[in-house]
T-cell receptor, first 112, second 112 residues
């Protein structure tokens, strides 16, 4: 069973601070995604990374895929209250396996 | 709204009753997924359809659970003889290609 471990589990910061959350596995993934989920809603896709070492930027969010494609990080610059939510990473192992495996998420709270 | 829609959004039932959830995916999407999410956890894979064919089913899906996608469009997830442990958010997602899933808002089930 492929597992994705996310850290930290909870993070509470002040508006304007920077933060990084992590997603780690002992397994190799052919692609990895980050989603954000707000209470009572479904997850919303933020980014997909597929190449080892890949870095993608989405405004104040920077996503990195590890060289070995086993880990990823999400860095947020100058966090805002609107960034509050559950950040989930999800990986696909490739081949004929159709399952996308999710981590437990990092619950981020940005206080004004 | 042309996103994934789920119905009902909330369902409260007594233990032992049957419940059915419906998912309408984005119209051109041929892939449809069901996930289950409990408090403090990431989504857990239940089953996957490509068009009308159910191609993968998790061991989490006991004999009391059944999913269908009869015409390759909408899907239903039925839980028979519900148990308190079935209380969760049931998420439906669809995709066209690749592994970028578009989630609905979920159906929250509470079993009393």
């Amino acid at each position: 069973t492929q597992l994705l471990e996310q850290s930290p589990q909870f993070l509470s910061i002040q508006e304007g601070e920077n933060l990084t959350v992590y997603c780690n596995s002992s397994s190799v993934f052919s692609s990895l995604q980050w989603y954000r989920q707000e209470p009572g809603e479904g997850p919303v896709l933020l980014v997909t990374v597929v190449t080892g070492g890949e870095v993608k930027k989405l405004k104040r969010l920077t996503f990195q895929f590890g060289d070995a494609r086993k880990d990823s990080s999400l860095h947020i610059t100058a966090a805002q209250p609107g960034d509050t939510g559950l950040y989930l990473c999800a990986g696909h192992s490739g081949g004929s396996n159709y399952k996308l495996t999710f981590g437990k998420g990092t619950l981020l709270t940005v206080n004004p | 709204d042309t996103g994934v829609s789920q119905d009902p959004r909330h369902k409260i039932t007594k233990r032992g009753q049957n419940v059915t959830f419906r998912c309408d995916p984005i119209s051109e999407h041929n892939r449809l997924y069901w996930y289950r999410q409990t408090l403090g956890q990431g989504p857990e894979f239940l089953t996957y359809f490509q068009n009308e064919a159910q191609l993968e089913k998790s061991r989490l899906l006991s004999d009391r659970f059944s999913a269908e996608r009869p015409k390759g469009s909408f899907s239903t997830l039925e839980i028979q003889r519900t148990e308190q442990g079935d209380s969760a958010m049931y998420l439906c997602a669809s995709s066209l290609q690749g592994w970028e899933l578009f989630f609905g808002e979920g159906s929250r089930l509470t079993v009393l």
